[in-house]
T-cell receptor, first 113, second 111 residues
Framework: GQQVMQIPQYQHVQEGEDFTTYCNSSTTLSNIQWYKQRPGGHPVFLIQLVKSGEVKKQKRLTFQFGEAKKNSSLHITATQTTDVGTYFCAGRAGGTSYGKLTFGQGTILTVHP | SQTIHQWPATLVQPVGSPLSLECTVEGTSNPNLYWYRQAAGRGLQLLFYSVGIGQISSEVPQNLSASRPQDRQFILSSKKLLLSDSGFYLC??????????FGSGTRLTVV
């Protein structure tokens, strides 16, 4: 079945440093989504990428979808303590709109002030 | 606007006891609904999903079952809990090509 691998599993940074998490799928994806889960909270949808090579930005967050639509990355510039949490990617391999999302294992980000 | 309600927030249950977790969605009709489980510090494991009343697809054979008695109600159940059933249970609605909205979750500890 479809697998989505996410690295690194953990990342500790000093406030102000940059952070990147990578997501790789075993199959070509129709779309990829990113979620953020604050400590003790539930995952919250951040963004969706659909097109090959797509790049989207949300303030200090930059999301990329690979040309082959099998990988993606999330980059945070100048991290802040409010960025702490677990970041998940989730991909859909195709099919109907209710095709299942496969989630990566997540990257747990810790930001030291 | 659409909202999703999940309860209870926390639950401590003895081994062998039954379980019933409920999730309801407001502000939308015929939503796709999902139950996920998250072990501590781990990713999200899809347990069940439903595209309509009475339609349940199971992803992982285990000690749990799900039902959808009404359009916007999704229930996760167990007849006899195991220690390994402990975890953070999340209900979600949405479409894989549009994004999921998660409920606030239930932290279940089986003792």
């Amino acid at each position: 079945g479809q697998q989505v691998m996410q690295i690194p599993q953990y990342q500790h940074v000093q406030e102000g440093e940059d952070f990147t998490t990578y997501c790789n799928s075993s199959t070509t994806l129709s779309n990829i989504q990113w979620y953020k889960q604050r400590p003790g909270g539930h995952p919250v949808f951040l963004i969706q990428l659909v097109k090959s090579g797509e790049v989207k930005k949300q303030k200090r967050l930059t999301f990329q979808f690979g040309e082959a639509k099998k990988n993606s990355s999330l980059h945070i510039t100048a991290t802040q303590t409010t960025d702490v949490g677990t970041y998940f990617c989730a991909g859909r391999a195709g099919g109907t709109s209710y095709g299942k999302l496969t989630f990566g294992q997540g990257t747990i980000l810790t930001v030291h002030p | 606007s659409q909202t999703i309600h999940q309860w209870p927030a926390t639950l401590v249950q003895p081994v062998g006891s039954p379980l019933s977790l409920e999730c309801t969605v407001e502000g939308t009709s015929n939503p796709n609904l999902y139950w996920y489980r998250q072990a501590a510090g781990r990713g999200l494991q899809l347990l069940f999903y439903s595209v309509g009343i009475g339609q349940i697809s199971s992803e992982v054979p285990q000690n749990l079952s799900a039902s959808r008695p009404q359009d916007r109600q999704f229930i996760l159940s167990s007849k006899k809990l195991l220690l390994s059933d402990s975890g953070f249970y999340l209900c979600a609605w949405g479409r894989a090509n549009y994004g999921y909205t998660f409920g606030s979750g239930t932290r279940l500890t089986v003792v």
